[in-house]
Antibody, heavy 114, light 107 residues
Framework: QLQLQESGPGLVKPSETLSLSCTVS??????????WGWIRQPPGKGLEWIGS???????YYNPSLKSRVNISVDTSKNQFSLKLTSVTAADTAVYYC??????WGQGTLVTVSS | EVVMTQSPATLSVSPGERATLSCRASQSITSNLAWYQQKPGRAPRLLIYGASTRATGIPARFSGSGSGTEFTLTISSLQSEDFAAYYC?????????FGQGTKVEIK
């Protein structure tokens, strides 16, 4: 059974880089049949798609975040990762990883604060 | 980008009643629409994809309809576990976008 688990710091300082990983079990990030993505949800608000990656190398990002975001895959660890640079308080959210936006991780809260 | 607009923002319904949620796309997305249910503190759960196909394990009381720009999620007889937030999501074009959500609450 496919499972995804987010991990990373729960607190990031303003202007620094938010880095999260998603560990996949029960499936392979090398699969060319699926895309791997990140979605976030600020406290009390709706869902925002951040970006998606196909193993073939294609990546797609939310235009509002494109200048600050990078999604990559590490096949040796069966993980994919999110990096968001120059964070502000507006980036405080629960961050979810997902496969095909069908199977989701449980989410991890990242707070941006000094 | 495709803007997804859901209505109403909040829907008050009694258990056993029917609930109808709407989602409108700013341009045609054919049938590339999904519906998610989200309970507090939980990840979203896929209910419907392809506008009308129930995901694995989803009860038959959930049904989706529509194509193009107008879509509907119907819950035929609300159960206690159905009180939650619901989001529509288009996957026809990049960037992917979500509606702002409809909260279904107990009347």
């Amino acid at each position: 059974q496919l499972q995804l688990q987010e991990s990373g710091p729960g607190l990031v300082k303003p202007s620094e880089t938010l880095s999260l990983s998603c560990t996949v079990s029960g499936g392979s990030v090398s699969s060319t049949s699926h895309f791997w993505g990140w979605i976030r949800q600020p406290p009390g608000k709706g869902l925002e798609w951040i970006g998606s990656l196909y193993y073939s190398g294609s990546t797609y990002y939310n235009p509002s975040l494109k200048s600050r975001v990078n999604i990559s895959v590490d096949t040796s660890k069966n993980q994919f990762s999110l990096k968001l640079t120059s964070v502000t308080a507006a980036d405080t959210a629960v961050y979810y990883c997902a496969r095909d936006l069908v199977s989701w991780g449980q989410g991890t809260l990242v707070t941006v604060s000094s | 980008e495709v803007v997804m607009t859901q209505s109403p923002a909040t829907l008050s319904v009694s258990p056993g009643e029917r609930a109808t949620l709407s989602c409108r796309a700013s341009q045609s997305i054919t049938s590339n629409l999904a519906w998610y249910q989200q309970k507090p503190g939980r990840a979203p759960r896929l209910l419907i994809y392809g506008a009308s196909t129930r995901a694995t394990g989803i009860p038959a009381r959930f049904s989706g309809s529509g194509s193009g720009t107008e879509f509907t999620l119907t819950i035929s007889s609300l159960q206690s576990e159905d009180f939650a937030a619901y989001y529509c999501h288009q996957y026809n074009k990049w960037p992917r976008t979500f509606g702002q959500g409809t909260k279904v609450e107990i009347k």
